[in-house]
Every structure is written in structure tokens, then in C-alpha cells.
């Protein structure tokens, strides 16, 4: 992840080259590449030390990408990173969570970078370096093996290079050279494992970039094409005024995944995608557009997944605040959206499958005392369904037949008008609470109680 993420359009294409892809055997964490039916769409950017198995499998999602971080060199991983690692896959293959990791800048000491010094120069020894590198990458490989889910080599390479001597985010590397050290990269990868290999995430919109790598290597060698299509809107609805952070004139993730998967052959992953923006209804409408827009494409992509979990990362961008407590609002669209959501084909879907609901019930009181004859509506973002209730002697309400994978707008005690609401009954204070995700009980009810302020 660019720690000073620009707002650029992100082109990932790729020329024909080498796509291996391993068949896994029954029951085996990993799918068909690109085959990403039902959970195995949604994935979540996470920091190496965290959150751990449990809390993504909470979130919804079944995949997390990790970056290896080792500064040590020589072949062998430091036992400190060995170690984490191996915590790491054990934790999160324990929650049934698949791994992709990355392997970049930060996975070998040293890296001498490239600079612009009036032409692309390495600031060292490339060479040495990148040898050191590929090994380091096979011993990973060899004592992981396919422990590992996924491998993405690099990331977002063709970011444009620092001036000569500059400091700060830099992970450039020249075409040429990325292709053959994917090509090499890729065969120490084989060495022990069978796992998919991801070209890194492409931020630069340079179509020539991918061109010039495969035609150094003969081939571009990777079986699928990561992308990170931060400022594109998920879908041509959201235009012409898409929201904060968002340009429609960059296309969308539909057009990004057709386009470069019809000239590449190979899946697209969304390695990373996601808003820089602290308006967190905006940020859930994004989670949810952005996955549907994924769902929609079928077999074209890979997971999808979201930068990033936790604003300890790169703020704001996460569903988390950075002490880890949920930003209600996109962290309940995610679960919401990772529960109901299913590509076209797929087995699962709404109707209160997945943990969703399609009844919704609860109480309304006013300092502890239950407040009958109030009225309750629940509004559907997807179909615009508008349902109502009032509650009885106890203050309880219930609303059923309401769409399992919609979002509900519910509103006690109030009525839209006039740009705003006003209390129905004016004796008794009213609540609004968006993007209600019916999210399912024990008793196949989604409940929401309200206390009223007196």
C-alpha cells in the first residue's frame, strides 16, 4: 500500500505468457483460480502482526493478504519472521481464512531501490540483491509449501520512482526487470508450492509496463493480474458524481476487470481497493457497490480485497478505528455483504440464508418503560420497500417479508418531509438509524431495540 496514495487511474494489463495453475485437491483451502464463488470473493488487507483469524472470520471475510517482512538477508527468514509466519497461517487456517502473502522490498534486506536520477538507476546492487531475494523466496516456499494460499511478487512495481536520492515510499522497479524477476520469482515459488502466483498490484496506468515485463521474460509468469483501482467508482451508477475520493472518468471495476482479463486470459484480483474518506456512510455505500460490482463479474475475478482492516494501517481507510473498535456503518455492510452475497451461479444468496434475516423485530422504550402505539417503519435501500409496524401494549414491534441482503433505513416515531424528519407523535422523541444490516438471531429474527431519549 502506497502510504501517500494518489488518485490515479489503475490499468493492469498484461501480455500472454505462462499461467500454471494448480488443480487442489478436494477439501483444500484454496479454490480454482479465479473461480471466486460465494466467500472466496471477500478479502481483507491486514497489518502482519494482526488482527488474527477470529477477527476476520467475524468481519465475513475468507481470505487476508499479508506482507512478508524480514530485513535480515541471506536465504534463510530470521527465526523472529519464521516464527510469525508460521503463527500467522496456523491462526488463520484455524478460522478457515486463506492466506495470500506478499512478497516486495520489505521481505530481504537491503533493497537498493531505483531512482530517477535523469534515467532509471538502481541505487545499488540490484542484481545481488534480487538474487538474494529469489532465494529467500524458495526457502519460504520450501518450508511453507502450500500452507501459503496465494503469492502476489511485489507491489504496486510500477509506481513511478523517487527523484535521485529522494526519500519516502518507493517501490519501483523498471519493467524489464520486474518481468524477469517475476519469471525467476515465480519458479522458486514452484520449487515447494502449487499455490497461485499474482502479478503485484499495478497502480501506474502505464499499459506498456506489463508489455515491456513479459516481453523481457518471454512471458508474463503469473496466474492472475493484481490490480489496485484506488479513485475508480464500482459501477456506472455511481456517476456523474460518484462521492469523495472517486473519478468517473477512470472507468469502473467492471470495466478495469473485463478489459484486462479479455486481453490477459488470466483472473484479475483486487488486491487492494479502497476510500479515503471519514464520511462512513459513504464508506459503507462503497463496500457494498464495490462487492456487488466483484459479484457480477463471476469467474473474470479473483477475491476482492478491501484496504484495509484497521485505520492503524493507513487512516481512514479502515473498517476499523485504529484501537480496533468497528466503524458501525462499512464493518456491518461488509458482514452484511460477505453473508448474503453469492456471484451468479453461486449456492448461497439472501432470503435469510447466511446469517440474514428477512424479519425484523424489537422494542422501543423510554427510560426502561416499553412506549406503545408507536410507529416503526423500515426503509430498503435495494428496492425501495417501505414497511411498517406499531408497537403493542409491551412495545414491541415486528416487520416481516423485508429483503435478507438489503440494507434498512428504520425509523421510530417519525416521518421524512420537508428535507428532514418529524416526530409523528410529538409527545415522544423519535430515532433514526441507517444501514441496518438484517443480520440473523438464534431465532431467524433480526432484532433492534430502541431507547428513546426522554
Not at 545499488?124 to 534480487?130: E, K, L, P, T, V
Not at 472518468?249 to 478495469?256: D, H, I, L, M, Q
Request: proline letters at 6%; a negative charge; one cysteine or more.
Amino acid at each position: 500500500m502506497n502510504q501517500n496514495i494518489t488518485c490515479c487511474l489503475v490499468l493492469a494489463l498484461a501480455a500472454s505468457g505462462c499461467m500454471i495453475g494448480d488443480e487442489r485437491e478436494p477439501g483444500a483451502r484454496g479454490p480454482v483460480i479465479g473461480a471466486a464463488g460465494g466467500l472466496d470473493l471477500y478479502g481483507i488487507n491486514v497489518a502482519t502482526t494482526g488482527p488474527g483469524g477470529e477477527a476476520v472470520r467475524e468481519l465475513g471475510a475468507s481470505w487476508t493478504r499479508i506482507e512478508l517482512v524480514d530485513g535480515t538477508t541471506g536465504a534463510a527468514l530470521s527465526d523472529e519472521t519464521r516464527d510469525r509466519l508460521a503463527a500467522a497461517l496456523a491462526d488463520y487456517h484455524a478460522a478457515g481464512i486463506r492466506v495470500l502473502l506478499i512478497v516486495n522490498y520489505s521481505s530481504h534486506g537491503g533493497f537498493p531501490g531505483f531512482y530517477d536520477c535523469g534515467g532509471v538507476v538502481p541505487g545499488g546492487d540490484w542484481q545481488g540483491w534480487r538474487d538474494g531475494f529469489v532465494e529467500r523466496v524458495r526457502t519460504v516456499a520450501t518450508t511453507f509449501g502450500d500452507q501459503i494460499d496465494a503469492w502476489e511478487v511485489w507491489n504496486e512495481e510500477d509506481h513511478p520512482a523517487l527523484p535521485c536520492g529522494e526519500a519516502g515510499y518507493n517501490p519501483h522497479v523498471p519493467a524489464g526487470d520486474y518481468g524477469v524477476l517475476l519469471r525467476d520469482t515465480y519458479g522458486a515459488i514452484r520449487s515447494g508450492s502449487t499455490a497461485p502466483v499474482v502479478v503485484g498490484g499495478l497502480d501506474s496506468g502505464q499499459v506498456s509496463y506489463v508489455h515491456e515485463a513479459s516481453a523481457a521474460a518471454g512471458g508474463l509468469f503469473a496466474d492472475a493480474v493484481g490490480i489496485h483501482p484506488y479513485g475508480v467508482p464500482p459501477a456506472a451508477s455511481w456517476c456523474p458524481d460518484p462521492g469523495e475520493d472517486l473519478n468517473c472518468e477512470w472507468g469502473t471495476f467492471a470495466s478495469k476487470v473485463i478489459e484486462y482479463g479479455d486481453a490477459t486470459g488470466v483472473p484479475v484480483w483486487l488486491t487492494e481497493f479502497g476510500l479515503r474518506s471519514e464520511d462512513l456512510a459513504h464508506q459503507a455505500d462503497y463496500v457494498e457497490g464495490s462487492y456487488r460490482a466483484l459479484a457480477a463479474l463471476g469467474d473474470r475475478v479473483g477475491p476482492g480485497f478491501y484496504f484495509c482492516y484497521s485505520d492503524a494501517m493507513v487512516p481512514p481507510f479502515g473498517l476499523t478505528f485504529a484501537d480496533g473498535a468497528p466503524k458501525t456503518a462499512p464493518f456491518t455492510r461488509y458482514q452484511q455483504l460477505a453473508r448474503a452475497i453469492d456471484p451468479p451461479g453461486g449456492g448461497g444468496g439472501g432470503g435469510g440464508g447466511g446469517g440474514m434475516a428477512s424479519r425484523l423485530h424489537g422494542t422501543v422504550e423510554i427510560g426502561g418503560a416499553a412506549q406503545p402505539g408507536l410507529v416503526v417503519t423500515a426503509w430498503g435501500h435495494l428496492d425501495g420497500d417501505l414497511h411498517e409496524a406499531t408497537t403493542d401494549a409491551l412495545g414491541i414491534y415486528a416487520l416481516e417479508g423485508l429483503r435478507a441482503d438489503s440494507l434498512y433505513n428504520v425509523v421510530v416515531n417519525a416521518r421524512f418531509g420537508d428535507g428532514g424528519f418529524a416526530p409523528i407523535d410529538g409527545s415522544h422523541a423519535f430515532e433514526v438509524r441507517d444501514n441496518v444490516a438484517l443480520t440473523a438471531g438464534p431465532d431467524d429474527w433480526h432484532g433492534e431495540d430502541f431507547q428513546l431519549a426522554e
